[in-house]
């Protein structure tokens, strides 16, 4: 397989550091907020990675962190305590508001069949492994006390800059807006480990220190989470591209200086979800989320699917009209398939096998998922029978999880139950509204008429006209009206 490294920026071939199990690090949500469906883009790709390494037979061991502490609203130790920031904002305890989003997290990823990570991690039940690590910084003199907190020292390595060729200028400390410079520093870009002096006085999760009673910053728990579950060597890290600088960037740099060797083998990067206006953000037009998805009536596999349809590495546009268009592509597909017949015949192993080549093709691309959802459709044009078509398709589903066969079968019940309706005696009600009574007159009406007795049918027909209601037959039914 071919991944893009966006540490070297160039596509390698994927080759595990432990071939009996890849390691990967997904960083996760930080809780203080519903996650937008711009966050969850990346997880739906990361899962889409997950399980193609699972499909090409690779052991997985995945591990997540919930970010329930450090997290300020600027990634770079500035602004407000995010998760502070959520329990103002909702009159709730901070362990509450962690709680509430941690499971409307996983909730969203449900909806989007999104498999849960095999650990995941809150950032809080971690805090001696970073003590462990801050400490070895400070003893090897990566990191420093100042003010109370304590910093990295960014300045002690050959390369602070790994993912992209920025302009230090551009990332001076104070010149964004809003953002107080941290006078502590020595460098602009050294990031907070440990917080024991801050203006957050109110920060209501605290912990014994060496260096005092506070709490650690954003980026340590990463690196302490992925290397208690997953050792000192991780196969793939993944992220959504905003997390490269500063996030990731900070990672490695601790990470690195604790292990003392190349830590991350590939690092894997998802592209923005964009709306017309730039990029998409809690703050910034509307707020969307899954929930609002299917308020609006979509499903969200189809917003899945309008993920798919295009490559990770490039930013998506996300409006209406394509979403409506992606949901319009997926009933379709949905429909194509419950037309197909199960039970017809048997699996064809070499068109199997052909057409799986072609859908290991795309992926084996750089986890190129829009000619996966290609080499779907070529299964319902292949020349073959059904049930290989589904079983292909079944198949294939393992990696997407498009609910493809589920959602089939449910339309062809559906189907089946329309079919059987059709069949049946059907009383229309003209104007919108059935009559419980009425209905049961006509009833009578048709019995009279079965039985022949159509001097009854006539009464009954009359002294529905009396009553101000005009029935008339249909094929296999009647429809009455008030008059
Ligand atoms: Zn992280």
Known sequence: MILYNSASRKREEFVPHNPEL???YTCGPTVYHFAHIGNLRSYIMEDVLEKY?????????????????????????????????????????VMEIAKYYTDAFFSDCNKLNIKRPDVVEPATNCIEDYIRIIT?????????LAGGNVYFDTSKLDRYYVFNDFNEDDLAVGVREGVEEDVNKRNKNDFVLWFTKSKFEDQALKWDSPWGTGYPGWHIECSGISMKHLGEYIDIHCGGIDNAFPHHTNEIAQSEAYLGHKWVKYWMHVLHLNTTDGKMSKSKGEFLTVSLLEEKGYDPVAYRFFCLQSHYRK???????N???????YNKLIAKIAALKPDDGEVDRTVYETLKQKFMAGLD??????LGITALYDVLKAKTNDATKLFCIGDFDQVLSLSLLEKAAAKREELKKQAVTAGEFTIIAEDGTPDAEIEAKIYARRDAKKAKNFALADQIRDELKAAGIEVTDIPNGAKWKHI
């Open 53 to 93: 390494l699972r499909y090409i037979g690779y052991s997985v061991k995945r591990v997540m962190n919930i970010t329930d502490v450090g997290h300020l609203t600027s990634d770079a130790d500035e602004g407000e305590d995010k998760m502070l920031k959520g329990a103002k904002r909702e009159h709730k305890s």
């Open 365 to 370: 691309n750089d986890l190129n998922t829009s």
């Open 136 to 144: 070895k910084l400070l003893d090897t003199g990566y990191a420093y």
């Open 315 to 321: 930013s998506l546009v996300f409006t209406w009209e």
């Open 323 to 329: 979403l409506d268009n992606a949901q319009l592509a």
């Open 22 to 24: 890849v390691s990967m």
